[in-house]
Nanobody
Framework: QVHLVESGGGLVQTGESLTLSCVASESIFRYDLMAWFRQAPGKQRELVAEVNRNGQTTYRASVQGRFTISRDNAKNILELQMTKVKREDTAVYSC????????????????WGQGTQVTVSS
């Protein structure tokens, strides 16, 4: 089972940039999907961005144009470049690995890292 370890979180000011990294213990090429999720206090976990094996990306609307997800299948690293951060970006960010399942290719994430805290102050 793959082990995912995030790093790069911290305290930043509104409008600044931050890059999160997730290192996998084995090849991530085997996973259809790699993604970043986040969970703010008192809120449900939400998908921030995901990238498939071919590099195609999707983002939630609130981060579109500010965040960039990338995966390096050779180095087994997933990154999230965060720019122009806002207070509402404050959350624990976790990386995840997953697959498409079934005829409808429904994404399912079943490997998770422990998370890294990102706090944005004004």
């Amino acid at each position: 089972q793959v082990h995912l370890v995030e790093s790069g979180g911290g305290l930043v000011q509104t409008g600044e940039s931050l890059t999160l990294s997730c290192v996998a213990s084995e090849s991530i090429f085997r996973y259809d999907l790699m993604a970043w999720f986040r969970q703010a206090p008192g809120k449900q976990r939400e998908l921030v961005a995901e990238v498939n094996r071919n590099g195609q990306t999707t983002y939630r609307a609130s981060v579109q144009g500010r965040f960039t997800i990338s995966r390096d299948n050779a180095k087994n690293i997933l990154e999230l470049q965060m720019t122009k951060v806002k207070r509402e970006d404050t959350a624990v960010y976790s990386c995840a690995a997953g697959q498409y399942f079934g005829h409808d290719r429904i994404p399912e994430y079943n490997h998770w890292g422990q998370g890294t805290q990102v706090t944005v102050s004004s």
